[in-house]
């Protein structure tokens, strides 16, 4: 069994509020949890308007499987999310 953690950190430059920082991740949450079928939430950075920091987790029996899968997660985000910026982020394996 390998269990897949993404971290991945966020900059949302065109932010005013929380509030529309928070509009923006439930967007890319829910699109994602339900492209992708992962497991995510925002981890840290929470009373930040410009910065988020999200988890993602997949679980498999394919080491292979579970990078794909999360390497396309982080494409995704890149290539579909002009208004947030993807400047750092790590994969582990547990």
């Known amino acids: 069994m390998v269990v897949g953690l993404c971290t991945i950190e966020l900059r949302i430059p065109m ?3 929380l509030k529309n920082k928070r509009g923006v991740l ?3 949450i829910n699109r994602i949890k339900n ?3 992962v497991s995510i939430a925002e981890v840290a950075h929470h009373d930040d ?3 988020a920091t999200v988890g ?3 679980i ?3 080491t292979i499987y579970v990078q794909q899968l999360l390497n ?3 494409e995704y985000i890149e290539d579909n999310y002009l ?3 993807l400047f750092n982020y790590t994969i582990e394996f547990l």
Request: net charge positive; hydrophobic share 40%; aromatic share 8%.
């Open 15 to 17: 932010s005013h509020s």
């Open 26 to 28: 439930k967007s890319l």
């Open 35 to 37: 492209r992708f079928n």
């Open 49 to 51: 308007w410009k910065l």
């Open 56 to 58: 993602i987790v997949t």
């Open 60 to 62: 498999s029996n394919n």
């Open 72 to 74: 396309k997660v982080i």
């Open 83 to 85: 208004d947030v910026q």
